[in-house]
């Protein structure tokens, strides 16, 4: 079992930055493919990112790719999404989402895909 927790949103003006995080206890995330979503008021949860286990590949919804980047921290329990060039449209709450994975090459965008979420972190962009 690992429980996911994330961190780091809040309110930012449009053309600003955040960084989630998305902390792991239980175990470590060396083992899992990872991604982020997000749901906006009204709207259902849509993917954003995601990588392979161990990273070695990533993906990213049209929205966001150029704008958004997904990574590990060095001790694999933290996996971060660095969101720049934010815009009201990205107002949501995020969510972090772990599976454990045997392959190191693939990465998985749909939400049944993966076994373990995090409850959440409000993004809220101001034009």
């Known amino acids: 079992q690992v429980q996911l927790v994330e961190s780091g949103g809040g309110l930012v003006q449009a053309g600003g930055s955040l960084r989630l995080s998305c902390a792991a206890s239980?175990?470590?995330?060396?083992?899992?493919?990872m991604a982020w979503f997000r749901q906006a008021p009204g709207k259902e949860r849509e993917f954003v990112a995601a990588f392979s286990r161990r990273g070695s590949r990533s993906y990213y919804a049209d929205s966001v790719k150029g704008r958004f980047t997904i990574s590990r921290g060095d001790a694999e329990n933290t996996v971060y999404l660095q969101m720049n060039s934010l815009k009201p449209e990205d107002t949501a709450v995020y969510y972090c989402?772990?599976?454990?994975?045997?392959?190191?090459?693939?990465?998985?965008?749909?939400?049944?895909?993966?076994?373990?979420w995090g409850q959440g972190t409000q993004v809220t962009v101001s034009s």
């Open positions: 239980g175990r470590t995330l060396s083992s899992d493919a």
């Open positions: 989402a772990a599976k454990l994975a045997v392959s190191a090459i693939y990465y998985y965008t749909r939400e049944y895909e993966y076994d373990y």
